[in-house]
């Protein structure tokens, strides 16, 4: 039989459903739908689930948008936020570049 869901799990799968939805929604080129999610996802889950995949979405949908200012300062908010994550370092020294061309910034 199935387990009942615990509150972590439902949250687990919760913060999972609004990334997945924000991710469809950026590569179907809706970006305000995007944001739309990705600030709900903010609001729900300030710290810890998923938060990584979050600040990357930000930084992608910017550097998408040719927005390098915007980009630089949420790569700068995931590098505060997580100081020891490799990706966070690559992404806030050079953001786009990072996220359109991995393999040049070492990812």
Known sequence: PLLPQ?????????AAALMRE????????????A???LAAHAR????GTLVPE??????????DERDDATAAVHAA?????????AVAQRLRARPC???TNPAAAGQ
């Open 6 to 14: 615990t509150p972590r799990a439902d949250a687990l799968a919760r």
């Open 22 to 33: 924000a991710t469809a929604s950026a590569r179907a080129g809706d970006r305000s739908g």
């Open 35 to 37: 944001r739309r999610l």
């Open 44 to 47: 729900e889950f300030p710290g």
């Open 54 to 63: 979050r600040f990357t979405l930000q930084i992608e949908l910017a550097c």
């Open 77 to 85: 908010a995931f590098a505060q936020a997580f100081p020891r994550d």
């Open 97 to 99: 570049d990072a996220v």
